[in-house]
Nanobody
Framework: QVQLVESGGGLVQAGGSLRLSCAAS????????MGWFRQAPGKERDFVAA????????YYGESVKGRFTISRDNAKNTVYLQMSSLKPEDAAVYYC?????????????????WGQGTQVTVSS
């Protein structure tokens, strides 16, 4: 069992930056691939980024590529999402999720555990 708690969301102006954190419980964090997803009101939950259990491999959704960076610190049981050059369309609730392998990392139903989400608001 893995419990995930996101933090770091808030209000930021367009063009600004935020860093989200996702703290995981349990001693097996380093064996899980991790993903970030986001969901805006009335829309589906979309893939943002994923990282392998070791941190060696990262993947991004097209809309955030070059602006967002996913990373992890297995010693701290934490995964991060550094967001830069934020746009109003990036506003959403951001969720982190864990899965036992990296396959099909874009698909929400492949993830085993989810956090409660953190709100990101971007003002224009």
């Amino acid at each position: 069992q893995v419990q995930l708690v996101e933090s770091g969301g808030g209000l930021v102006q367009a063009g600004g930056s935020l860093r989200l954190s996702c703290a995981a419980s349990g001693r097996t964090f380093s064996s899980y691939a991790m993903g970030w997803f986001r969901q805006a009101p009335g829309k589906e939950r979309d893939f943002v980024a994923a990282i392998s259990s070791s941190g060696d491999s990262t993947y991004y959704g097209e809309s955030v590529k070059g602006r967002f960076t996913i990373s992890r610190d297995n010693a701290k049981n934490t995964v991060y999402l550094q967001m830069s050059s934020l746009k109003p369309e990036d506003a959403a609730v951001y969720y982190c999720a864990a899965k036992r392998n990296l396959g099909r990392y874009r698909e929400t139903n492949e993830y085993d555990f989810w956090g409660q989400g953190t709100q990101v608001t971007v003002s224009s």
